[in-house]
Nanobody, 114 residues
Framework: QVQLVESGGGLVQPGGSLRLSCTGS????????MGWYRQAPGKQREFVAL???????NYADSVKGRFTISRDNAENRVYLEINSLRFEDTAVYYC????????WGQGTQVTVSS
């Protein structure tokens, strides 16, 4: 059974940075297209970024130029570097396979507050 675990969230001031990490058990993350998603309070989960098995990245317009997705195949991890954080980036961040999602993990909370 696949289990995804996200980590690295926290409380940061506007303009700050975080590095989110995603690891998976029961799955070789390097063999699937992986994405990051987020869900803000009272809102639906939304797409943030994806990285293909070949390392090609794509981003939601709202995060382009501020977020960077990457993967470390040796560590079986997918990362999301988030910079220039804004209040509206506050959300629980999740990783998952693109399109045919696995069971969702617990996510990691990112809170942007002054």
């Amino acid at each position: 059974q696949v289990q995804l675990v996200e980590s690295g969230g926290g409380l940061v001031q506007p303009g700050g940075s975080l590095r989110l990490s995603c690891t998976g058990s029961g799955v070789n993350l390097s063999s699937v297209d992986m994405g990051w998603y987020r869900q803000a309070p009272g809102k639906q989960r939304e797409f943030v970024a994806l990285i293909t098995v070949r390392g090609r990245a794509n981003y939601a317009d709202s995060v382009k130029g501020r977020f960077t997705i990457s993967r470390d195949n040796a560590e079986n991890r997918v990362y999301l570097e988030i910079n220039s954080l804004r209040f509206e980036d506050t959300a629980v961040y999740y990783c998952n396979r693109v399109l045919q999602t696995f069971a969702w993990g617990q996510g990691t909370q990112v809170t942007v507050s002054s």
